[in-house]
């Protein structure tokens, strides 16, 4: 057809007009660092397993735990989940199930007996580690993984550590524990039971790298005025005797005192009420708002019946009769100090959970090792002690001591050894910038409420088993806001008023900055905050 | 994952525009401004009408920015075909492609397009001759309440107390304080045509499922869409689509279906917001908020969206 | 075959027989006959595949067929007066856009005062909006005259207007000679547009031209109206061949050849100029001859000036004139003439559809006053007017 001139024009012409000249800003695609990820101890990278979950992919969203964290049953279980405490979703309609679905997918993967890959390649340096707790068995993992040989002298019976002393059965089966260590031996760890390394001095040498973590296992000591007819106990040999000698049951009596507000505080009072006793009060010298407790774990406690008596500590305990000096606390200035007023209780039996701290011995004779005023060891930013080769995390140092904050350092210590077994340095990487809430558009979120489930059993200790169904687990990912991830919801895409956004076939996305004008609407209607807006190069 | 969204991974309730081989009925290069709402709603309308009929649709344009962004020689962004005549006859146009295409017994969907001046002023009396004659049309009203192409004058479809350039705020004047405006989807209604809907570029998946029903409709049929306007209202350009959703929100824009005259289904809003917060984002009402600011005088429009939210029953009234 | 018929009715055979598929229709006198025609065409089924719509304005009629015929096929409107005017943004849209509509204009003169008798200031008031422009002399001719058009329109890509004078013609019966379907399918093939609107053609049709190429457009369009003017005369030879009829053209000269005075007029009043030619010719010393102009748009200068040029005086009869200037037609004919040494006086008739009777005809050719003069204008009305105190005295006669 002979068209006319200039009023009838052939389609989509416009194309020549590259309207990206006038843009003074522009979108680019980022990553940014979700708030669960950020506070993970361990680094997992959360919104990407879920991502994965979401489709159902378990076994890879179980790869991508394990890059990570090689625990993801026991973590689903005994890891307090600061992720869910900053989860974008509290501000929403609650945090994602975050704790159980992990939990749930690491149970997928032990009854599919999923294993670990064999290291890629051996690089024939030979690293020890003391101590086979969660923060000695994360560092052979990992250590393993990057194709070292690790021998671990644990001097306990059985490997585990905390896991295994400090953590009930009820709230961590054994053979959950068993299963997902014994992935790290089939990977071909060697780990030494009943070897306690007594001087760091005999040892050492014979490797080209040590990493000490032995962990706290000292109870704290006090100085409670007791009488000899006293019972008391530590919480800590109380957990370690029901694990090495589950036949001899220890007597309580009816009515317990436990001593204390940490997590192991609450431990020992479930495990007392799980014995026998029949009353269970918790002593605990600030308010209950003050407990170092996982807030989860001391509504379970109360839950199951344990009392809590704030604002107490205990002066003395002659036989049955537990005197305690009643304390006044001012929370913004964290005064404690005796009221002067007194009470008498009457108890079978005291649990102290006062605490624990390092036994230290082991490197008393080794020069350049320093303990600090605390009774930790000293490292630097590379968890190196003072003596080259020689790396120490885990309870060992200052820091905080759950079992993900180990398993979290044991991955930091492996980077670092195998870096110094480079002749390197570990340099961390450069964090993202983080997805916090106020980057997120919720609009496009649809309210969904966590999927709880009750813990809460019979007074045993068997574990009640709450695992999400495969469906379950689907849904509850699908909460997930994927913050600072794009999550290919395609709003940028179907938004552009000038579609300056390419999507390829595989769903991915790009800027097509000839046209884009800056506009801005991208970014503002990202759900998860994966765009940003920057000045643009003026050429 | 969320349906809210436009699109995702798994292929559920997505929309058009989140496909990646949608037509692209407006492609880029056009001329409109950063963050034009009326684009965006024209090429979500189109693109959906383009899938529904397998590429079997023509478009007649009235005069007005649309128009002129899209197709100035040598450039055209259209990839369908498209005719522009002049400001008010677009509907009459329409008729015109319409009865071609029934007495070549082709089947080609016929859409014709404009914005609010050229539909709710100057074309109104095409577009109810068409609607009256039941013509097989599908008009779409991009509405952005004013004459922007000309550099924003009052149009009747211009929300109460607007600033626009014919309707300054100064002293006792308080803008548009001419009157309410013309509810030309009741109009429409009025002439008992087959379909007639509001929409919104503030839900996309509602804007294709109303385009996409009428697409098939036979006979004449009326789809408003509130395409918002960063030059004319006064906004920051990435905030389009967020002024259209609390457009909804606050009852201002009730989105609604009609058959045959009647009201069918109109969309709940979850949570009704105030008015103020919508209006408070925009230039054009500034003047209502000031320092020198009547008090309380923004609640002539709280009025006017509660009495939407009453008509079309999108809830409870909240603000009164 | 021979007919006697009202014109409109004869017309609407015509266009019939053209079978154009998008008809509109609004009513305004005097060209409601024709469009009620063509509907009862459509509704007894002689006219098939035609869409006729009925529309709400002249406004509608004319967008309607430009969006008929921008989806490509052939389409027609007809209007009057008024309704030409209220359509007028788009008559030039319709050229604009390259689409060759044929309208039927029921020629009458415009308000205010309302009146709705014939003159052509309607036509005129469009004669730059770039349509063809054809006027008919009778029935016949205006019957052969649309067949022609849709020919000329589709050949060139402009729309066409073909004028016929109200009620004198469109009322009139006349015995017309309507043509056989198959003759007209023969002259007038199927309509194969040049743009149209579907998958294959997906055209942008009416795009903004800036300052750098609209005046390019123009030039064009000025262009295809000049080389109109060979299309025009060969599809008369054409038609002529076909049908043995003398219709259309550019011009048409009636005892020229060496005649003192040549009266120059458009439309109808060209058989009462005839009668008038023929009594002075018979009877006079002067010689008379007469040229009607058939396409006003476009201008056919050069033939204009060659059929005038030996004329020592030349008359033309206008129905339409431009207030505080004069004489259109006879200013274009002025122009074409100038050099040449031959007066031309201008004669006003008709307006608001004033009767010309052949009596005052031949009086003004005998002996033309003034060089511009109006017809039969009632100078006792005007003076008596001049009496009121209300009428400025500034401008006395």
Known sequence: ?539 | MSSLTMGNRFGRNTTVQSENNRPNSLTSGHRACQGCGEALAARCSLDAAYIETKGNIAVVNATGCLEVFSCAYPENSWNIPWVHSLFGNAAAVASGVAAAFKSQKKDIRVIAQGGDGGTTDIGMACLSGMFERNDDVLYICYDNEAYMNTGVQRSSATLTFARTATTLPNGQYMGNDIRTGKNVPEIAMAHGIPYVASASIGDIHDLEKKVKKAIHIKGAKYIQIHSPCPLGWGYPTENTIQLAKLAIKCGLYPLFEAENGVVVNSTAIDNIISVESYLKGQKRFAHLFGKNAQVNSWKVIQELANNHIRKYKLGEVVYE | MLQQLEGSQALAKAIALCRPQVVCAYPITPQTHIVEGIGELVRNGTLKNCEFLNVESEMAAISVAIGSEAAGVRSYTATSSQGLLYMMEAVYNASGLELPIVMTLGNRTIGSPINIWNDHSDAMSVRDAGWLMLFAENNQEAVDLHIQAFKIAESIKCPVMVCVDGFVLTHAYEQVNIPEQNEVDEFLPKYNPHISMDKKHSYAIGAMVSPNDFMEVRYLAHKRQLDALDVISNVREEFLSKFNRNSGGLIRGYNIDGADTVIVAMGSVLGTIKDAVDNLNASGNEKFGVLSIISYRPFPQNEIKKALNQAKRVIVVEKAFALGKGGILSQEIELVLKGLNIDVISIIAGIGGRIITKQMLMECFENPKDKFQFLGLNRATIEKEYQSPCISKVGKE
């Not at chain 1, 973590?213 to 006293?230: C, F, R």
């Not at chain 1, 609009?443 to 009640?464: A, I, M, P, Q, T």
């Open chain 1, 1 to 539: 057809m002979n068209k006319p001139f200039a009023t009838v024009l052939d389609p989509g012409t416009s194309l020549n007009n590259k309207t990206g000249s006038w843009r003074t800003i522009r979108p680019e695609y980022v990553h940014r660092l979700p708030p669960c990820n950020v506070t993970c101890p361990a680094g997992e990278n959360i919104q990407q397993w879920l991502s994965l979950a979401q489709e159902g992919r378990f076994f890879e969203a179980w790869l991508e735990m394990i890059k990570d964290n090689p625990f993801p049953a026991t973590m689903g279980r005994v890891c307090y989940h600061t992720c869910e405490t900053t989860c974008n979703r509290v501000q929403f309609d609650g945090a994602v199930n975050i704790n159980l679905i992990e939990r749930s997918i690491g149970d997928i993967a032990i009854s599919k007996n999923w294993k670990f890959s064999p290291p890629e390649k051996s690089s024939g340096k030979n690293v020890l580690i003391i101590g086979a707790g969660p923060s000695g068995l994360s560092a052979a993992y990992f250590l393993r993984k990057f194709g070292h040989n690790v021998t671990i002298y644990e001097s306990h019976k059985l490997p585990g550590g905390m896991a295994r002393y400090g953590v009930p059965k009820y709230r961590l089966p054994r053979h959950i524990l068993d299963a997902e260590i014994q992935r790290i031996i089939d990977l071909g760890v060697n780990i030494k039971c009943n070897q306690k390394v007594d001087c760091l001095n005999d040892v050492k040498d014979k490797f080209d790298a040590v990493y000490l973590a032995v962990g706290a296992s000292l109870a704290s000591q006090t100085d409670i005025e007791i009488s000899d007819d006293s019972k008391t106990v530590d919480a800590i040999d109380l957990f370690k005797n029901l694990e090495d000698y589950p036949d001899e049951v220890p007597n309580l009596g009816q009515k317990v005192l436990v001593y204390g507000g940490g997590n192991t505080a609450i431990d020992a009072a479930r495990t007392a009420l799980r014995l026998g006793a029949k009353s269970v009060k918790i002593i605990y010298r600030r308010t209950i708002n003050n407990m170092p407790a996982h807030e989860s774990e001391i509504q379970e406690a109360l839950s199951e019946g344990v009392e809590i008596h704030c604002l107490r500590t205990i002066s003395s305990i002659k036989g049955e009769k537990i005197l305690l000096a009643k304390m006044n606390y001012d929370e913004e200035t964290n005064n404690l100090f005796k009221t002067g007023e007194t009470e008498l209780v009457i108890a079978d039996s005291v649990i102290f959970a006062i605490g624990q701290s390092v036994e230290d011995s082991i490197v008393k004779n080794t020069k350049g090792i320093l303990i600090s005023n605390k009774g930790v060891i000293e490292i630097n930013k590379s968890m190196q002690t003072g003596v080259k080769g020689v790396f120490a995390g885990g309870d060992v140092i200052h820091g905080k001591r759950t079992v993900t904050h180990a398993i979290g350092y044991g991955k930091k210590a492996a980077k670092s050894i195998d870096a110094f077994l480079n002749g390197k340095e570990y340099e961390p990487n450069l964090k993202n910038e983080i997805a916090n809430f106020k980057k997120l558009n919720t609009e496009y979120y649809k309210s969904d409420k966590r999927k709880e489930v009750c813990r809460l059993g019979e007074l045993n200790f068997e574990e009640k088993d709450v695992s999400y169904s495969d469906e379950q687990i689907i849904q509850e990912s699908n909460r997930c806001f994927s913050c600072g991830n794009c999550f290919h919801c395609d709003n940028c895409y179907a938004y552009c008023p000038d579609n300056a956004i390419i999507k390829h076939e595989d769903g991915t996305l790009e800027f097509n900055y000839d046209y884009c004008k800056g506009c801005g609407i991208c970014a503002k209607e990202c759900p998860c905050g994966s765009i940003r807006m920057v000045t643009d190069d003026i050429n």
